[in-house]
Antibody, heavy 115, light 108 residues
């Protein structure tokens, strides 16, 4: 079946970087772009950015423009989201979501920023 | 800064009808904003309900419908069930980027 399986929970220090992966299966990888969305505890969903699976072009939310990098590895059918210069307020669950009306979501990856 | 606004909370009785709205500070929401709606229950990932304003996913119950209403995107639940109690988020497209609303907590 169609699945997006994300990497496991992370604990990072302020100022560090985190890289979350999202492995796609059950469909043709090159067919759908991918979004990244996050949700801090008790807060709203936030759209972070997306990547064109064909050419790797990206578009980011202005809020994360300077700190986020979304990439893909077509040979591994995997997408990545890297967030740098982590702050306490980056503690959140990070999701990947497929660009076909956001129809398929990963299970989420909890990233905790703690000193 | 683009801001998408939803009602913070709404209450509806079982079997009743409720409409949630989604407004943009840039002006009237049109079909070009490709409004999406999601349902989220505690501890779960968002569940997509509606895309491109009014299109349902194969799993979306018939009681959910999407539309444009008075310059806003709208999600209407008709014949509300207790299991519809959840947070609901809209998502709008702004020519290359997307913005979520603040969410509506629906109490049944």
């Amino acid at each position: 079946q169609i699945q997006l399986v994300q990497s496991g929970a992370e604990v990072k220090r302020p100022g560090a970087s985190v890289k979350v992966s999202c492995k796609a299966s059950g469909y043709t990888f090159s067919t759908y772009d991918m979004h990244w969305v996050r949700q801090a505890p008790g807060q709203r969903l936030e759209w972070m950015g997306w990547i064109n699976v064909d050419n790797g072009n990206t578009k980011y939310s202005q809020k994360f423009q300077d700190r986020v990098t979304i990439t893909r590895d077509t040979s591994a059918s995997t997408f990545y989201m890297e967030l740098s210069s982590l702050r306490f307020e980056d503690t959140a669950v990070y999701y990947c979501a497929r660009q076909d009306a956001f129809d398929i979501w990963g299970q989420g990856t909890m990233v905790t920023v703690s000193s | 800064q683009t801001v998408v606004t939803q009602e913070p909370s709404l209450t509806v009785s079982p079997g009743g009808t409720v409409t949630l709205t989604c407004a943009s500070n840039t002006g009237a929401v049109t079909s070009g904003y490709y409004a999406n709606w999601f349902q989220q229950k505690p501890g779960q990932a968002p569940r997509p309900l509606i895309y491109s304003t009014s299109n349902k996913h194969s799993w979306t119950p018939a009681r959910f419908s999407g539309s444009l209403l008075g310059g806003k995107a709208a999600l209407t639940l008709s014949g509300v069930q207790p299991e519809d109690e959840a947070d609901y988020y809209c998502l709008l497209y702004y020519g290359g980027t997307w913005v979520f609303g603040g969410g509506t907590k629906l109490t049944v």
